[in-house]
Nanobody, 115 residues
Framework: QVQLVESGGGLVQPGGSLRLSCAAS????????VSWYRQSPGKRRDVVAV???????RYAAPVKGRFTISRNNAEKKVYLQMNSLKPEDTAVYYC?????????WGQGTQVTVSS
């Protein structure tokens, strides 16, 4: 059974930092491309950051230079370090893994940026 469990969300003031984690089980994690998405109320779910099986990273324009995605294949985890957070970063953040014929999602973790 495949599971993706996100953690690390919460309430933070503008300019603050959070580190999200996603723990995977039930898959050969190292072969998958892993992404973080986010979704705000009334908006579509958008990709935030991607890390391929080879370690190549890509970022959405709004978070480039502020967020960093990383992965630990031995621990089957992916992280999203979020710095200089802004109110517009408020959303539910989801972990996604994609591989040959596979597409899995976590349950999401809420990030709220507010003073």
């Amino acid at each position: 059974q495949v599971q993706l469990v996100e953690s690390g969300g919460g309430l933070v003031q503008p300019g603050g930092s959070l580190r999200l984690s996603c723990a995977a089980s039930g898959i050969n994690f190292r072969i998958y491309t892993v992404s973080w998405y986010r979704q705000s109320p009334g908006k579509r779910r958008d990709v935030v950051a991607v890390v391929t099986s080879g370690g190549t990273t890509r970022y959405a324009a709004p978070v480039k230079g502020r967020f960093t995605i990383s992965r630990n294949n031995a621990e089957k985890k992916v992280y999203l370090q979020m710095n200089s957070l802004k109110p517009e970063d408020t959303a539910v953040y989801y972990c996604n893994v994609v591989g040959p014929g596979d597409d899995y999602w976590g349950q999401g973790t809420q990030v709220t940026v507010s003073s």
